[in-house]
Nanobody, 120 residues
Framework: QVQLVESGGGLVQAGGSLRLSCAASGSIFSINAMGWYRQTPGNQREWVASINGGGSSNYADAVKGRFTISRDNAKNTAYLQMNSLKPEDTAVYYC??????????????WGQGTQVTVSS
C-alpha cells in the first residue's frame, strides 16, 4: 500500500510564507511526477504546480513567481514553498504522485489534504 501525507498548512497573514511537505511511503519502486493541487468549497480541484523526476517544474499562472515546487527523491518527498501569500490562496492543498509500486503497478495517489488559510 502507498500513501501520501501532507503537512505544513496553517494560518498566515497576507504577504507571509508557508512550506508544505508531501511524504510518500509504502511499497514504492519509483515516483514519476509529483504535484500540488488546491480546492475551495464548491469549486473543482485546480492544479497548482508539478515537478517530474528530473526536476523540471511547471506552475499555474496564479502562483508563478510566488510558489516553488521541489522534491527530494531520496526521501520520496515533495515540497511547496509559498511566498507572498494572498487571501485567494486560501484552500485545501492536496499532493499527488504518479508512481510505480514494487509489484509493478502504476498508481495515481492523492494525499488527504492540508488547509492553508491566508488572512487579509
Amino acid at each position: 500500500q502507498v500513501q501520501l501525507v501532507e503537512s505544513g498548512g496553517g494560518l498566515v497573514q497576507a504577504g507571509g510564507s508557508l512550506r508544505l511537505s508531501c511524504a510518500a511511503s509504502g511499497s514504492i519502486f519509483s515516483i514519476n511526477a509529483m504535484g500540488w493541487y488546491r480546492q475551495t468549497p464548491g469549486n473543482q480541484r485546480e492544479w497548482v504546480a508539478s515537478i517530474n523526476g528530473g526536476g523540471s517544474s511547471n506552475y499555474a499562472d496564479a502562483v508563478k513567481g510566488r510558489f516553488t515546487i521541489s522534491r527530494d527523491n531520496a526521501k520520496n518527498t515533495a515540497y511547496l514553498q509559498m511566498n507572498s501569500l494572498k487571501p485567494e490562496d486560501t484552500a485545501v492543498y492536496y499532493c499527488n504522485a504518479d508512481l510505480w509500486t514494487v509489484d509493478g503497478d502504476f498508481r495515481d495517489v492523492w494525499g488527504q489534504g492540508t488547509q492553508v488559510t491566508v488572512s487579509s
